[in-house]
Nanobody, 117 residues
Framework: QVQLVESGGGLVQAGGSLRLSCAAS????????MSWYRQAPGKQLDLVAF???????YYEEDVKGRFMISKDTLKNTVDLQMNSLKPEDTAVYYCHAEGPFTGVTAWGQGTQVTVSS
């Protein structure tokens, strides 16, 4: 039902910034929990951040203070502002949506973020 498309990835120098965007279609994300995950080469899929259906925000320890997740209900998008990027942030970043009351879940296709030293 809900479809997610990530954009904004790319190649940046260490210390630089990127803003990832997750565009949702098919339903409003207002009452959905929206998350960003990432998977570095050869590593497991890890939760980066989420904003819950009731507005609670969580950040993984390594990105706290550098990344910011935000919902834009007018655009029906969820962004991940990434600052002070490190080579260790290199990964494919995935957007995820979950609707607790509707059972709707979805994953985006992923967007590559590469941080060079």
């Amino acid at each position: 039902q809900v479809q997610l498309v990530e954009s904004g990835g790319g190649l940046v120098q260490a210390g630089g910034s990127l803003r990832l965007s997750c565009a949702a279609s098919g339903t409003t994300i207002r009452d959905m929990t929206m998350s960003w995950y990432r998977q570095a080469p050869g590593k497991q899929l890890d939760l980066v951040a989420f904003v819950s259906n009731d507005g609670r925000i969580y950040y993984e320890e390594d990105v706290k203070g550098r990344f910011m997740i935000s919902k834009d209900t007018l655009k029906n998008t969820v962004d991940l502002q990434m600052n002070s990027l490190k080579p260790e942030d290199t990964a494919v970043y995935y957007c995820h949506a979950e609707g607790p009351f509707t059972g709707v879940t979805a994953w985006g296709q992923g967007t590559q973020v590469t941080v060079s030293s």
